[in-house]
């Protein structure tokens, strides 16, 4: 169990330790504007007062202790755009999500990456598997400076907390 969960992330270690960018001139992924602020993923994502779906997301799924522990974790927070933009496709209200706990839960730990990885770590990176907390894969592109998770793009990256990092994405990622 311990090497398939840290199987993937020595994986991405390596890759990007063994990868540099081509292109002198790309732009890197945009900082975000948010500062660091002390405190774990949980703390700095409900101090950013960006993410109040997926809060409480967290909290009807049980997540909430889990991002809490040590880590390190890498979070993909989707916007509230994209959680109104996902239930809208699915046809699920707010309420319906929430109540539907193993779903959700599934959805949640999609969004999660063991490890700490920056963006600065995916650069050259084009269609690299990583493992989420799931057990399934995500897809990690970057190209001039824009990195893609699946299909959804990062658009805030490397907020820090002391268990990890959070980048916003503009998608709600949907495990098979």
């Known amino acids: 169990m311990k090497l398939r969960f840290w199987a993937p992330i020595a994986a991405l270690s390596i890759f990007a330790a063994s990868c540099g960018s081509d292109e002198p001139d790309a732009a890197p992924v945009e900082e975000s504007a948010v500062e660091v602020a002390v405190g774990d993923i949980v703390e700095v994502a409900i101090g950013a007062e960006q993410f109040p779906t997926l809060i409480a997301?967290?909290?009807s799924a049980g997540?909430?202790?889990?991002?809490?522990?040590?880590?390190p974790f890498t979070v993909?927070?989707?916007t509230e755009d994209a959680f109104a933009a996902a239930l809208a496709a699915l046809g699920l209200t707010p309420d319906q999500?929430?109540?539907?706990?193993?779903?959700?839960?599934?959805?949640?730990t999609y969004h999660v990456v063991p490890g700490k990885v920056m963006s600065s770590d995916l650069v050259g990176a084009d269609g690299l598997a990583v493992g989420t907390v799931n057990g399934a894969e995500v897809n990690v592109s970057e190209s001039m400076g824009t990195?893609?998770?699946?299909?959804?793009?990062?658009?805030a990256a490397d907020i820090e907390a002391s268990n990890g990092v959070i980048h916003v994405i503009d998608q709600v990622l949907l495990p098979s």
Do not use: H, K, M, W
């Open 57 to 59: 997301a967290l909290q």
């Open 63 to 71: 997540l909430v202790e889990t991002l809490q522990s040590a880590g």
């Open 76 to 78: 993909f927070a989707p």
């Open 97 to 108: 999500l929430l109540a539907d706990v193993d779903t959700l839960t599934s959805v949640l």
């Open 147 to 155: 990195v893609t998770i699946n299909s959804a793009t990062v658009v």
